[in-house]
């Protein structure tokens, strides 16, 4: 994993999914920007998965347990696309809370990847 971008992507999971709860909450449905934030999301993690992919070959491998790292990686990748098709099914004010709760989700476990990553 690279550090910066590591931060990057919990960065912008936290500000796209506290914005799609307080938005959510007054009263929007999903729209192109909540889900748009999500798919953003899934493009980020779909690179730190080529990158997680590469960087062993070339000398970085995790400091962790690997298998925990890879359980978390393939995971991660199923939450935004799980949020986003809530969203699309249930057109509700309550579905953007869905993806919020998704964004904040992928940061969390973003975040426990990195502490894997780079346990020493």
């Known amino acids: 994993m690279i ?3 590591t931060w990057v992507q919990i960065g912008l999971a936290v500000v796209a999914g506290v914005f799609a709860i307080v ?3 007054i009263g929007w449905k999903p729209n192109d920007v909540t889900v748009g934030a999500l ?9 730190q998965g080529v990158v ?3 960087q062993p070959a070339v000398g970085n491998p995790p400091g962790g347990d690997g298998l925990t ?3 978390y990686a393939v995971s991660v990748l199923l939450v935004p696309p799980a ?15 869905v993806l919020g709760v998704g964004a904040l989700t992928v940061a969390v476990m973003v975040y426990r990847m990195q502490e894997i990553w780079f346990a020493h």
Do not use: N
Request: hydrophobic share 70%.
């Open 3 to 5: 550090d910066w971008f």
């Open 23 to 25: 938005v959510g909450l």
């Open 39 to 47: 798919v953003l999301i899934e493009l980020l993690l779909v690179a």
């Open 52 to 54: 997680s992919l590469v």
């Open 69 to 71: 790292f890879g359980v």
């Open 83 to 97: 949020a986003v098709v809530w969203a699309l099914v249930d057109r509700t004010r309550w579905s953007t809370v």
